[in-house]
């Protein structure tokens, strides 16, 4: 009997075509849209491996389910949708896709923080909307990027890569995290600093710390008031980190000046959520890692992983 893997998501038939002949393959149907919860449960209840996306919730009923379980195969470096302690208490291998997706998340982070910094997609709109009849000295005139203060919050691997982007705006850099990182101290020049003086003296708070227990809600009133006004919040990591309501009031009433957001608390987000109505947002469908070659990259690694467990041996990434 063949392996049975059940992958959430419609993937291109070049990616498993080489696996075939040894694993008896499934995928959700249907393009671009999420698998349905019962389906889910239905493939894992008989399946030996699951790659899952960022969406998914992988929670105890799913893992309860998956009887024959022994991998899940996480397509994002993050992987706060997996209930990661109980699938190791069921003897089960999580896996994720980090150092693939690197680069290609740092490209994101920055063209992001650039956009809501020189305003590009009001811009872009404005001149699609046939509404630039003359030029003006401060039409859609927005702050400057280099030489200023870029603060990061969780100094990762992601982090680095955005670090060494703002290094080559000659900018300041100041990092908060966990433990201090030597790599970006001496080579990048970034310094360390409390996440206090971060917040209150960076013209940028760039957020690229995980979700998890201690993360939630990292980011609220008190500290968006002990922002600058000038600050722009850009965030890439997780939704969760951020108290949307209270992001909303500090961008409404201007005590910063704009954010920049690839992710939310809930996935996606509707068009009338309130921080959609502001001006001073620039949103994106949690693109961070999507360009075709990370993207298919990481499907690959996915596959690798799941071979690797399957044949009894270590997968070369593991969710420690
Ligand atoms: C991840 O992989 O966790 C990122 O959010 C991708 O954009």
Known sequence: MKP??????????????????????????????????QVLLEKASQADALITMLSDAIDQEVIDA???????????????????????EKGITVTNTPDVLTETTADLTFSL????????????????????????PFLMAGTDIHHKTIGIVGM????????????????????????????AEKEIGATYTSFDELIETSDYVVC??????????????SVFKRMKNSAIFINTSRGGVVNENDLYTALETKEIRAA???????????????LLQLENVTALPHIGSASYETRSTMIELCLQNIQQVLAGKEPATPVL
């Open 113 to 136: 923080l650039m956009a809501t910094a020189r305003r590009i997609i009001e811009a872009n709109q404005y001149v699609k909307e046939g509404k630039w009849t003359n030029w003006a």
């Open 208 to 221: 690229m710390t995980p979700l998890t227990e201690d993360t939630v809600d990292m980011f609220n009133e």
């Open 156 to 183: 990762g691997r992601i982090g680095e890569a955005i670090a060494e982007r703002a290094r080559g705006f000659n900018m300041n850099i100041l990092y908060h995290n966990r433990s201090r990182k030597e790599r």
């Open 66 to 88: 998956g009887v024959n379980l022994n991998v899940i195969s996480n397509l994002a470096v993050g992987y706060d949708n997996i209930d990661v302690d109980y699938a190791k």
């Open 260 to 274: 920049g957001l690839d992710v939310f608390q809930n996935e996606p987000i509707g068009q009338d959520h309130p």
């Open 4 to 37: 049975k893997i059940f992958i959430t998501r419609k993937i291109a038939e070049e990616f498993v075509k080489p696996y075939r002949e040894h694993w008896d393959v499934e995928m959700w149907h249907e393009e671009g849209t999420t698998v349905d919860r």
